[in-house]
C-alpha cells in the first residue's frame, strides 16, 4: 500500500511549476479558511438557523447578479497573448461593472417597496437587500482584479487578499454576534471582509500595472469587447446555470420547504464547500493559466486534464469518506446538538460535492477551446435535476432528505459525463488543430 502511494505522489504531484503555484495557493487558502473553520462552532452558538437563513438568502442573490456583472469579459483576462489586450478588457470589466451595480440598486428599490409582505413571511428584512449593490459592487471588483493578479502570476498578493477577507470577515462575525447584533451580524462581517480583499488586491494591480493605463483606447475596447462575445453570449448563460446548482438550492428550498431547513442546509454547504475554497479554487486557478498557455503553445492538453481530476479525486476522497460515514455525529459535535440535521444532509450531498470538487478545475477547458455550447447544455440539464430532486421531495415523498439524495445521486453521475466529455474533447485539442 504504502508503494502505491509513493507511486501515485510521484506520478501526480511532481514538482511541476503547475504543482508548485497550486501548493502556494492551497497554503494561502488553508491560512486564510482556519480563522473561518475555527470561528464557526462558535457561531453556530451565536446565531440561529432562521439567521443562517436570512444570510445565505442575500448571498445567494449576489451570487447570482455577481455571475454576470462583468457579462464573464473577466475570464478574457487570461486569455490574449500579450498585457495591452488584457488591459483593455479589464477597462471593458469595470464598465461593465459599474453598470450592472447601478442596475441592481435599482432593483432592489422595486423589490424592497413592491415585496415586503412575501419577504417578511421567509423572516427577511427588506432593508438587507440594501446590502446587495455594494456587495456586488466589491466582488465583481475582487474578480476582475483577481484574473489579472492571476495572469501575472501574482500569487501571494492572490493569497494575501484572502487571508485579509477571512480575517476580517470571521472577526467582525465574532464580535457583531457577542454584541447581540445578530440580526445583522453575518452579513455586515461579510462586507467588511469583502471591502478590505477587494481595496487591497485593486491597489496592488493598479499600482503594478497603471503602466499600461496609456494603451487603454476606446475603440481596442469595441474590438476585442466583439472577439470574446462569445462569453457573454454563452459562457453568462453557463455560469448562471452553474450559479443555481449551488444558490438554486436555497430558493428551492424557501419555496418547498422552511427557513429552517435553509439555515440547517446554509450550514452544511458552507463546511463542504471548505475544500473547494482551500484547494478547489487554487487548482482551477493554476489549471486555467496552464491550460490557456498550453494551448496558445500548440501543445495537447488530454494529459494535463487526466492529471487534474486524478489529483483533484485523490485529494477530495478523504474528505468524501469522513462525511459519509461521520457525517451527522460530526455536525452535532462540533457545532451542537441543533445542527446534527446540518451533518444529515452532508452525508447525502457527499457525493455530489465530491464530483463537482473533481469537475471544476477542468471545467474551464470549453472556454479555452470555445466549446461551451456543449457545456451548456449538460448544465441546463443539471437545473433540471434540481428542480426535479425538489419537486419529488416535496410532492411524493414530503421528505427534504429524499430530495437531497434524489439531487446529489443524478448531479454526480451529470459530472462523471462531464469529466468524460471534456477527456475526450480534448484528445486532439490544440490551437493549431482548431
Known amino acids: 500500500m504504502k508503494n502505491i502511494f509513493n507511486a501515485a505522489k510521484a506520478k501526480y504531484f511532481n514538482r511541476s511549476e503547475f504543482f508548485k503555484n497550486v501548493t502556494k495557493l492551497s497554503a494561502g487558502s488553508i491560512f486564510a479558511q482556519a480563522i473561518p473553520i475555527a470561528v464557526t462552532p462558535v457561531l453556530t452558538r451565536l446565531y440561529t438557523p432562521d439567521e443562517f437563513a436570512q444570510f445565505a438568502f442575500i448571498m445567494a442573490i449576489v451570487s447570482a447578479i455577481v455571475v454576470i456583472a462583468t457579462a464573464r469579459y473577466e475570464l478574457a483576462i487570461m486569455l490574449p497573448k500579450n498585457d495591452d489586450d488584457a488591459i483593455n478588457i479589464v477597462a471593458l470589466c469595470f464598465r461593465i461593472l459599474f453598470f450592472v451595480t447601478a442596475f441592481s440598486l435599482i432593483g432592489v428599490f422595486i423589490y424592497s417597496y413592491f415585496f415586503q409582505e412575501q419577504l417578511a413571511t421567509r423572516k427577511i428584512s427588506a432593508s438587507f437587500l440594501f446590502f446587495i449593490p455594494l456587495m456586488v459592487l466589491l466582488l465583481g471588483t475582487y474578480q476582475i482584479c483577481n484574473n489579472w493578479a492571476n495572469r501575472k502570476k501574482k500569487y501571494n498578493q492572490i493569497i494575501a487578499s484572502r487571508i485579509s477577507n477571512t480575517v476580517i470577515t470571521s472577526s467582525s462575525n465574532l464580535a457583531l454576534g457577542f454584541g447581540g447584533l445578530t440580526s445583522i451580524g453575518l452579513l455586515l462581517g461579510t462586507l467588511f471582509g469583502q471591502l478590505t480583499g477587494a481595496v487591497m488586491l485593486f491597489a496592488q494591480q493598479f499600482k503594478s500595472s497603471k503602466f499600461l493605463f496609456p494603451e487603454i483606447r476606446k475603440i481596442k475596447i469595441k474590438t476585442l469587447q466583439k472577439q470574446y462575445s462569445h462569453l457573454p453570449k454563452v459562457n453568462m448563460l453557463q455560469a448562471i446555470v452553474d450559479m443555481l446548482q449551488i444558490n438554486g438550492v436555497v430558493y428551492l428550498l424557501l419555496f418547498f420547504f422552511t427557513s429552517n431547513i435553509v439555515g440547517l442546509y446554509s450550514l452544511t454547504i458552507r463546511i463542504m464547500q471548505v475544500p473547494v475554497s482551500l484547494v478547489g479554487s487554487a487548482i482551477t486557478q493554476v489549471f486555467f493559466q496552464q491550460a490557456s498557455s498550453s494551448y496558445h503553445e500548440n501543445k495537447n ?30 455536525f452535532a459535535f462540533v457545532f451542537g446538538e441543533k445542527w446534527r440535521e446540518s451533518g444529515e444532509y ?12 473533481v469537475r471544476s478545475p477542468v471545467s474551464q477547458i470549453p472556454i479555452i477551446i470555445n466549446k461551451q455550447r456543449t457545456l451548456f447544455l449538460y448544465s441546463i440539464f443539471g437545473n433540471l435535476i434540481l428542480v426535479i430532486s425538489f419537486y419529488a421531495g416535496s410532492k411524493y415523498f414530503h421528505d427534504v432528505r429524499m430530495a437531497f439524495l434524489i439531487l446529489s445521486s443524478l448531479l454526480s453521475l451529470l459530472f462523471m459525463m462531464i469529466i468524460f466529455w471534456i477527456y475526450r474533447t480534448t484528445k486532439n485539442t490544440s490551437a493549431s488543430a482548431l
Open 301 to 330: 492538453l488530454q494529459s494535463l486534464v487526466r492529471r487534474t481530476v486524478l489529483q483533484s479525486a485523490l485529494l477530495a476522497a478523504p474528505v468524501l469518506i469522513v462525511l459519509v460515514f461521520f457525517g451527522p455525529d460530526l
Open 346 to 357: 452532508a452525508r447525502l450531498l457527499a457525493p455530489w460535492i465530491f464530483c463537482d470538487f
